[in-house]
């Protein structure tokens, strides 16, 4: 089962959501505040897990600046309340959990892609 760090965009009630599911998901929010995307990333290479964002900075930093990860998973998910992000998001991490590690993740409400490293 893969292993999460929420960014500090990610509700709170989505993280618990995520757990509640078995999931073991560690939040920025709630370890390292206010730290740099760079560093989040870091971190995320540290406890080897893939990030879940809302965040397109990191999408930058992946795309332009080939900053290393062990993957991120941003969601884009505008016009959607709290609890249909938090089960959009959980459904994507069900179905495809295995593809999540060392890829580019983007989660729409309709579709999710995934970009190999």
Do not use: C, W
């Amino acid at each position: 089962m893969i292993q999460i760090l929420a960014d500090e965009n990610v509700k709170g009630r989505v993280i618990r959501l995520v757990r509640s599911e078995g999931y073991t998901v560690t939040s920025i929010q709630e370890t390292q505040g206010g730290v740099a995307n760079e560093k989040v990333l870091e971190t995320a290479v540290s406890l080897a897990t893939v990030l879940l964002t809302g965040d397109s900075n990191f999408g930058k930093l992946h795309f332009q600046k080939g900053h290393i990860h062990s993957g991120i998973v941003f969601y884009r998910l505008p016009k959607t309340t709290t609890e249909e992000k938090g089960q959009i998001i959980l459904k994507a991490i069900r179905e495809y959990s295995d593809q999540l590690v060392n890829a580019f993740t983007v989660i729409s409400a309709k579709k999710v892609r995934i970009r190999k490293l």
